[in-house]
């Protein structure tokens, strides 16, 4: 565990849900207030506090607070109050729904990166918010091959061990190759590959095709602006990238999501929300290295207000 | 619940552990005594004996009932006497594994059958058995269409409330009728709406479709012996059929188990042991209504000794 958020050694739930009852009520609101609190809460913590607000104010603090805030600082506070599997929910939907101007980007990073088990409380959260399955609302809003490879990445339910066939790496390596040769990647095999191996196995065949190829296979990928449609290459590019290495992705979608001359809050906020308790330290720490600036940098040049003072108090900002 | 097994009000897993080691000590087995056991007690209580029998003799019951025992009543034992995901995953890799002369019957009723919530414990239990995933499996022993159909299938979650979208249910029965009429079950459309709609919705459409048409999808897909395969069809048919209405598939698979010259076994011993707690009662009625010959008669006639003796039990035979 690479959290970044600063939590205090003792918490008073009660103490909490009133302050920020406090925070909230009258006119306007106390967005520091907000922040010094939430902004320094594990996921555990947040879930207790929603629950003592509900029982001394019978209302729901989720529901309050979406009252009283606005804009980017409304939606970051959102995300980082729900339980999370609840909240990946909430992107994937989000997500699906606008498959129109396609961005599989969350639904991938959400089946590819979570554990086997994250993943499943996932389809179980989207399943109690919309009383459809994740798959069948994923189905229902894509075609062709990217359909094939989403729902068999959201639907995949991973061994964990770590054990590694090799014999096995390598003709699944080959695979891949012979698929990246002829221009099918949307061959039935390479989704098979991707989305049933564990990431142990998985990771070992890329490994494999890296000493066989000599180049990576996301390399090898980026080359293929190709006759099946970029739009399937670059998802599944994605898919591999998450699975290979999703510190490092994250590190790019960050790096894109501030580099851009109007800023991506979407991703910005998704990123630090999500992995602030996981591994933001060490994505921290890559980002760095590649960027030579720090991330608190980027992300308070690129924001403003109480947005930014909340990404910053995630990303481990002292008070 | 409709279980068959008549289970005593009393009973003690020592008391039970230690009258089945007497069973199984010494010279010659005494199988009227191990099924006048195992075949009355419910799969918690059979786990709690299992526990019981280790604890006293630092054996494992299952193990040394395969060693002692033999033949279809050995088989019977063993699938009865394990936890329902753990028979569950075992009955599938034994399917998986012979699909060289296939028989997706056995892996479809696990996926269309059993609830969501007992269709991931098969997963599970499948993980911890093999150390791999069990859609893992089923991809690496199938290919094309047949492959797109049980992995849709055995990777579902599907949703399990009883709302019912009924123009959803209508144009989905189009888009089946489409697909059947243009001879394309194959479809990519077909295994969406088999494999993520929830239940409820699939069986409207279902019912949607024999009230547009006149007739059912399944008598429908009968005359389908066409040019996308007939194992695709039959496939498509038993999956259909399973999530339609599982107890008269099973009557009919009791049916052809014990109507050809050679009783099939497998299946017999399949179906009692794995319905025996869950809908077997129901079962037999439908299997009396359609034949006007009692399943226990049946049973009794086609199969001898223990095994005959054991099924009987099962199908809730007083000793």
């Known amino acids: ?34 922040i010094s609190i939430l902004g320094h809460r594990t996921a555990a913590q947040r879930q207790h506090i929603r629950l003592a607000y509900h029982e001394l104010y019978q209302e729901d603090l989720v529901k309050r607070l979406e009252s009283e805030l606005s804009g980017d600082f409304e939606k970051a506070v959102y995300r980082w109050i729900l339980d999370p599997a609840d909240r990946d929910a909430v992107l994937a939907n989000v997500a699906i729904k606008k498959l129109v101007n396609p961005d599989y980007h969350v639904v991938l990073e959400i089946a590819c990166i979570r554990s ?5 409380a996932v389809r179980r959260a989207y399943q109690a918010r919309y009383k459809r399955s994740l798959e069948e609302d994923v189905a229902a809003h894509t075609t062709g ?33 012979d698929a990246i ?19 142990a196995q998985v990771m070992a ?9 000599g180049t990576s296979i996301t390399k090898k990928l980026l080359g293929e602006g190709d006759d ?22 994250f590190e790019k979608v960050l790096r894109n999501a501030v580099k851009r001359v109007g800023t991506d809050e979407d991703a910005l906020t998704r990123v630090i929300v999500t992995r602030a308790e996981k591994d933001l330290k060490d994505i921290k720490e890559y980002y760095y290295k590649r960027n030579s600036v720090p991330l608190e940098q980027a992300v308070a040049k690129d924001t403003s207000g109480d947005y930014k003072a909340f990404l910053l ?4 900002k002292e008070d």
């Open 205 to 213: 065949t890329f490994n494999c095709y890296r000493d066989d190829q």
């Open 313 to 316: 108090t995630l990303l481990g």
């Open 116 to 120: 086997p088990e994250e993943l499943l």
């Open 145 to 177: 091959d990217i359909r094939k490879l989403l729902v068999a990445l959201v639907t995949a339910f991973r061994y964990t061990g770590e054990e590694i066939n090799a014999r096995l790496a390598k003709s699944e390596a080959g695979i891949l190759h």
């Open 228 to 249: 099946h449609g970029t739009e399937f290459s670059k998802a599944l590019r994605t898919a591999i990238r998450c699975l290979n290495d999703s510190k490092k992705y």
């Open 1 to 34: 565990m690479t959290s970044t958020i600063v939590v205090p050694d003792h918490v008073s739930f009660v103490d909490d849900a009133e302050a920020l009852q406090r925070a909230v009520q009258g006119w306007g609101t106390n967005e520091k207030g907000i």
């Open 181 to 199: 040769k002829d221009k099918e990647l949307n061959h039935e095999e390479v989704i098979r590959i991707v989305s049933t191996r564990s990431k």
